[in-house]
């Protein structure tokens, strides 16, 4: 069984420009989260859907943040307008519902950085 | 909101020895404390957690101790080995809805042949 993919590994772009970065969860997870991981610190929780919703959306810095995830499974993070300070390395993790107490499977993380 | 702060930031420990770190939290509500190890470059990976309801959990070298009084919990790890060295991260959650982690900040242990 694979675990959770994220693409790209790497991504470098110009600020002000669009940027996608995509997560493919454990098959079978329903929850999905995204964090956000700067230099040094630890995972900073970004959005958190169950199926297709976004139940909680409360750590997206702003409205240049967005996520979808339309049929339950591949979500997408969508970056408008980027900043220098939007660089970081992307988290995607997925949990089984089953869980009470969920263990989070996380990706090995897209790494953007915004020159 | 739930706060994590985790000291040291950085450990280093002769092979064999003993190493610990510390964790506090702010939100009484908290009931969920993972600890996650993240090799560097790689994804964190959860080592063992602990739950409201108990005060110590054990697995192999592992331990974790929870103190709900006083809002802090630990991670200890006995006869450390070179594998040891990573990125250590505690959390806390509450069971209930999205369950989010917060995260602390990170304590990079390096084991020293």
């Known amino acids: 069984g694979a675990g959770v993919s994220q693409t790209p590994s790497n991504k470098v772009t110009e600020k002000g420009k669009y940027v996608e970065l995509r997560c493919d969860p454990i098959?079978?997870?329903?929850?999905l989260y995204w964090y956000r991981q700067s230099l040094g610190q630890g995972p900073e929780f970004l959005i958190y859907?169950?199926?297709?919703?976004?139940?909680?959306d409360s750590g997206l810095p702003n409205d240049r943040f967005f996520a979808v995830r339309p049929e339950g499974s591949v979500s997408t993070l969508k970056i408008q307008r980027t900043e220098r300070g939007d660089s970081a390395v992307y988290l995607c993790?997925?949990?089984?519902?089953?869980?009470?107490?969920?263990?989070?499977?996380f990706g090995e993380g897209s790494r953007l950085t915004v020159l | 909101g739930e706060n994590v702060e985790q000291h040291p930031s950085t450990l280093s420990v002769q092979e064999g020895d003993s190493a610990v770190i510390k964790c506090t939290y702010s939100d009484s509500a908290s009931n969920y404390f993972p600890w996650y190890k993240q090799e560097l470059g790689k994804r964190p990976q959860l080592i063992i957690d602990?739950?409201?309801?108990?005060g110590e959990k054990k697995d192999q070298r592992i331990a974790v101790t929870l103190n709900k009084t006083a809002k802090h919990f630990s991670l200890h790890i006995t006869e450390t080995q070179p594998e040891d060295s990573a990125v250590y991260f505690c959390a806390a959650s509450i069971i209930q809805g999205a369950q989010k982690l917060v995260f602390g900040q990170g304590t990079r242990l390096t084991i020293n042949p």
């Open positions: 993790a997925s949990s089984p519902r089953r869980d009470r107490y969920r263990e989070l499977f």
């Open positions: 098959s079978g997870h329903t929850a």
């Open positions: 602990i739950r409201s309801n108990v």
């Open positions: 859907f169950q199926g297709t919703g976004a139940a909680d």
